[in-house]
């Protein structure tokens, strides 16, 4: 039995009609990206060759690059899937640039913590992390291996606050609470804060103070608790890849959709975007952990080619190079996939897959060849469509049919 058919028998009806509907729509689902991804040999090897130069300690990256219409979401959503199945921790975003402007970090940040997927867990980072700690200070009998577990590297605001989450509030007596100098001691509102802190919402300092206080945090004072700039959140998703680490995970995998558009911003928000975008394609260090995975158009690449890298500004009397590298020269040797439109034999593959989904959703038994073939010649008069379009009038072809099967059952 192969997995098609394995994780086909294995699902319920609902799930199953849930992912024809979707289709049918012309909606994304990622039920059915396990059932209908073409060329998953060549995507599997893709992505484990990044994950190897991971284990190994070195730097890994990967674009998928395609028209639109060609599966990079598709792609993604598999790849998401398959870091799932391998033990790693995964996120996956959209870069819209109105909700999720690459240049903000910040928010990039916020998206990543807000979607993160953690293998065999539906916990968010923060529920997580507060019952990882909770099982090993029942095994260590102590919390001291699981402060030591948070890397070096971690930005003092989050160490802070992964320390708080874990930690437990000051005893007070009743008689304690009411003095004067415990007046902001308030238990309820510490877990809320803390949470909220660790996925980058704004939140006054003086109130993420008291918690870390009362939740006795000794060293909270030693830095300032204020994230400027996008280093600290930048560094801070380098630092969580590794946390993931040595919590047993294999790492942080990042999937990162529509890339193209960073380069429909401004000039001034492109440069930016590029010195962020081109810490994660470094080699010069490996990023321990982390694994990000972007989805861009092949015009995104030509743009970054094509920009004015000899452009300069003047600051205090002399001129600066307007961008920090030549990006055009420097990402030539990225590890790039190129997305190709599917050939007949994929969509043969496609037809029968879709074929065997809708008819076991549907509890009916269509005639292989007679479908096959008109839903190949469908195929053939919708060739310009993209591949979302296709399918969409594929499942509409298998509802006309199981209507007429349905239609001789009852005239019979």
């Not at 024809?20 to 991804?37: I, Q, S, W």
Request: aromatic share 12%; charged share 25%; proline share 4%.
């Amino acid at each position: 039995m192969n997995d098609f058919t394995s994780l086909l028998e294995s699902s319920d009806n609902f799930i199953l009609r849930r992912a024809v509907e979707r289709l049918r729509d012309g909606l994304f689902d990622p039920f059915a990206v396990k059932l209908l991804t073409a060329r998953e040999l060549q995507l599997n090897k893709l992505f484990d060759r990044g994950a190897q130069l991971l284990s190994r300690n070195e730097p890994s990256h990967l674009c998928i690059c395609g028209a639109y219409g060609q599966g990079k979401s598709h792609s993604l959503t598999y790849m998401q899937e398959r870091a799932l199945s391998q033990g790693f921790v995964t996120s996956l975003i959209n870069l819209d640039p109105r909700e999720i402007p690459f240049h903000d970090f910040r928010q990039v940040y916020r998206a990543l913590v807000s979607r993160i997927c953690i293998p065999g867990s539906d916990d968010t980072l923060e529920q997580y992390w507060k019952k990882w700690a909770q099982e090993q200070k029942t095994v260590q009998g102590n919390m001291a291996g699981v402060v030591e577990t948070i890397p070096a590297s971690m930005p003092h605001f989050f160490k802070s606050v992964l320390t708080a989450i874990v930690g437990k509030n000051i005893p007070l007596s009743r008689k304690q609470r009411h003095l004067k100098k415990n007046k902001t001691f308030r238990p309820r509102e510490f877990p809320w804060l803390l949470a909220n802190a660790l996925k980058g919402e704004s939140l006054p300092v003086y109130r993420l103070r008291h918690a870390l206080r009362y939740r006795q945090v000794s060293f909270y004072k030693e830095a300032s608790l204020v994230c400027n700039g996008w280093e600290t959140y930048f560094q801070t998703v380098c630092s969580l890849a590794e946390l993931f680490e040595n919590m047993g995970f294999k790492g942080w995998v990042l999937l990162f959709d529509e890339g193209e558009s960073i380069g429909q911003r401004p000039v001034n928000i492109r440069r930016k975007s590029y010195m962020i975008l081109d810490r994660f394609f470094s080699s010069a260090a490996a990023l321990p952990g982390l694994y990000p995975i972007f989805a861009f158009t092949d015009g995104f690449f030509m743009q970054v080619r094509g920009e004015d890298y000899e452009r300069v500004y003047t600051s205090k009397g002399q001129e600066c190079p307007y961008f920090e590298k030549n990006y055009g020269e420097l990402w030539q040797h990225l590890n790039v996939h190129h997305l190709h439109d599917l050939v007949a034999e994929d969509w043969q593959n496609i037809i029968t897959r879709l074929t065997d989904l809708h008819a076991r959703a549907y509890n009916w038994t269509p005639s292989v060849e007679e479908i096959g073939g008109r839903m190949a010649e469908l195929l053939e008069e919708t060739v310009e469509r993209e591949a979302r379009l296709k399918i969409k009038g594929l499942v509409e072809y298998l509802d006309i049919g199981q209507q007429e099967v349905v239609l001789g059952y009852n005239q019979a």
